[in-house]
């Protein structure tokens, strides 16, 4: 069984910059998994931003940015604005028409 | 503009089924594999299954093998999920999701929420 790992949550000062992370529980995360990120508000469909591993979906802010970071892989988000407040989620591609969702983790923006 | 539609959710007993339906529009719906993802509450996002553009090839977690059928009529440019045998654990918001390569969803439904209870 693949597993994919997020941290739970994670807090950020507005202004400030987080990164991240998305990581397999055995093996590295690399580009040919085509890593992509979403952001959810509650009640709402997820919102893609970044898709294979580092190019943002059109109208997503130049703040949003992707990598790979060692064996995982990144979202960057820099100058947090408070809107920013947000689940967000990594999907890896596991061939054979097969994704994992990460856990997702919990952005707090204070 | 992209639009995914879901429709057919419901409060549902423990073993019993339901069907979930998925109208899209917007798009040449042929040239897209079509997925569903759901979301138990206050969980995270599951990818549930997948099926290609032309309805022959299918995909599914291993939670649902044997329970779970995707299809699609392109004819109605609509895509399905027969859900039977239904457990507490499948509990969730339903999404429709088209995707694309490489390998990621840039369009997605509204979401159909799914009770299973007695």
């Known amino acids: 069984q693949t597993v994919v790992t997020q941290e739970p949550s994670f807090s950020v000062s507005p202004g400030g910059t987080v990164t991240l992370t998305c990581a397999l529980t055995?093996?590295?995360?690399?580009?040919?998994?085509?890593p992509s990120w979403y952001q959810q508000t509650p009640g709402q469909a997820p919102r893609t931003l970044i898709y294979?591993?580092?190019t943002r979906s059109s109208g997503v802010p130049a703040r949003f940015s992707g990598s790979i970071l060692g064996n995982k892989v990144a979202l960057i988000i820099t100058g947090a604005q408070a809107h920013d407040e947000s689940d967000y989620y990594c999907?890896?591609?596991?061939?054979?028409?097969?994704?994992?969702f990460g856990g997702g983790t919990k952005l707090t923006v204070l | 503009e992209v639009q995914l539609v879901e429709s057919g959710g419901g409060l549902v007993q423990p073993g019993g089924s339901l069907r979930l339906s998925c109208a899209a529009s917007?798009?040449?719906?042929?040239?897209?594999?079509m997925n569903w993802v759901r979301q138990a509450p206050g969980k995270g996002l599951e990818w549930v299954a997948k099926?290609?553009?032309?309805?022959?090839?299918?995909s599914y977690v291993d939670s649902v093998k044997g329970r779970f059928t995707i299809s699609r009529d392109n004819a109605k440019n609509s895509v399905y999920l027969q859900m039977n045998s239904l457990r507490g654990e499948d509990t969730a918001v339903y999404f429709c999701?088209?995707?694309?390569?490489?390998?990621?969803?840039?369009?997605w439904g509204q979401g159909a929420l799914v009770t299973v209870s007695s």
């Open positions: 055995s093996g590295s995360v690399s580009i040919s998994h085509y």
């Open positions: 999907v890896l591609y596991m061939g054979g028409g097969v994704w994992v």
């Open positions: 917007g798009f040449t719906f042929t040239d897209y594999w």
């Open positions: 999701a088209r995707s694309q390569w490489p390998g990621y969803f840039p369009s």
């Open positions: 099926i290609d553009q032309g309805g022959r090839e299918e």
């Open positions: 294979n591993t580092t």
